[in-house]
């Protein structure tokens, strides 16, 4: 429904350009009434095909355009389909299973995540001490860390910064105006 406004790289960002008007403000007023429509569109739009399940006709011509035409066809491009999926959960499998080892998505990736947040906030000025096993007082970057939201904003907004950097970087179009000044008419 965005077409060109949408951008694979940038799936959470769209574009919505107007220069209908004289003003900054009436085309801003223009945008957001764009997005306000392509909102309400996105909200009419079904999520599942009540046409294939209502009409029979539609399921047919459905089957055959994407399966093949004769029934021979459709059942050998069913299997291929399902042997493909099966393939691929076998793979999100073993990656995950992998991820596991590794600590990914795991607590000790917390660990690690809350000791770069200590790590951050020493940087910043702030001491974070705790108390080991032992009773010995350390800082918090090499025990259990700390929780910081602000260094998460901060971690977020930088990655969302070097992202636009990295696409401002490539090439994009530039309008040449040459302003004309001492022709006239008289």
Wanted: overall charge neutral.
């Amino acid at each position: 429904m965005l077409g060109s406004r949408w951008n694979p790289k940038k799936p959470d960002d769209i574009k919505i350009v107007t220069k209908q008007y004289a003003t900054f403000t009436e085309n801003y007023f223009k945008g957001i009434e764009t997005i306000k429509e392509l909102y309400w569109e996105a909200l009419r739009a079904p999520d599942n095909q009540d046409n294939l399940r209502a009409n029979p006709y539609m399921r047919e011509y459905f089957l055959k355009k994407r399966f093949g035409k004769t029934k021979e066809e459709r059942v050998a491009e069913v299997k291929k389909v399902n042997q493909m999926y099966a393939e691929h959960v076998r793979t999100v499998d073993a990656r995950l299973e992998e991820e596991a080892k590794l600590g990914i998505g795991t607590a000790r990736e917390n660990l690690e995540h809350k000791r770069e947040n200590a790590r951050i906030r020493r940087r910043l000025g702030f001491f974070d001490m705790e108390i080991d096993a032992d009773g010995n007082e350390i800082q918090a970057e090499e025990g259990h860390g700390v929780e910081d939201e602000e260094a998460d904003k901060f971690r977020i907004t930088s990655a969302r910064h070097e992202q636009a950097i990295k696409d401002n970087t490539e090439r994009q179009k530039v309008d040449i105006v040459t302003p004309i000044t001492g022709i006239s008419k008289n």
